[in-house]
């Protein structure tokens, strides 16, 4: 069985900084995983949101939002209303009312 590799941070930071999209969602889930600096990798998250045409792309960055995001109740409910007019601006690029189900019912079992 081969070895798993996880990449640092500062690794992840530098393939960021890179142009290739396949390797940068690649990176981002290694993040992910790190469970570091959640809050700064949940604004890159809106802001490839925000940025990004391309559908493919969009949805993975959009679903990895929420995972960060249902994995850090007290980021959720600060980022809750930025988040949903992100997510709402997109139109269909995005299925929105799924995102947001998923967003509410992490909210909801909070309380």
Not at 17 to 31: F, P, V
Not at 34 to 42: A, M, N, S, W, Y
Request: proline share 4%.
């Amino acid at each position: 069985m081969p070895d798993v590799v996880f990449l640092t941070l500062p690794e992840i930071k530098d393939i960021l900084r890179g142009d290739d999209e396949n390797e940068k969602l690649l990176a981002y889930s290694h993040w992910m995983i790190l469970d570091e600096e959640q809050e700064e990798l949940i604004e890159a998250f809106m802001t490839l949101i925000e940025r990004n045409d391309q559908p493919d792309f969009l949805d993975s960055y959009a679903y990895y939002l929420m995972e960060v995001l249902t994995n850090n109740p007290e980021l959720l409910e600060q980022k809750r209303d930025d988040v949903t007019t992100l997510i709402l601006s997109k139109g269909d690029d995005l299925d929105a009312e799924d995102l947001l189900s998923w967003m509410d019912g992490e909210i909801d079992e909070e309380f």
